[in-house]
């Protein structure tokens, strides 16, 4: 028995029909959940960005400098991870209900 090939079994449930469902609440557009991440996502991009320039400019020796670079740029690297989870989802045209908007939302987000 190949155990790479073989499908693995999965029982959602006693009677193994069909898997569990979103709540209602999450599957509903809220603009204002939307606008928060987008807004949450330019932050974790900007801020740490901007942290660690200012950091590179002081007047902090080399050997303080490296560790906090390197946490600031992970924050900000988090940030254009959010940034292009939000444009791939307007290349699906999930950001709103019509498509010539998702796309254009698409556009001005994606980094």
Known sequence: MNTLTEPI????????SRPPRLPKELEQLSYAKAL?????????????????YETWQSTL??????PL????????QQGFHLMA???????????????ISAFTLECFLHP
């Open 9 to 16: 079994p999965v029982n959602f449930s006693k009677n193994n």
């Open 36 to 52: 928060g991440f987008i807004l949450f996502s330019i932050s974790m991009l900007v801020i740490p960005a901007v942290l660690s």
């Open 61 to 66: 020796s080399i050997p303080a400098k490296i």
């Open 69 to 76: 670079m390197f946490v600031l740029l992970f924050l900000s």
């Open 85 to 99: 989870w939000i444009g791939h989802e307007g290349f699906h045209l999930n950001l709103h209900q019509t498509n």
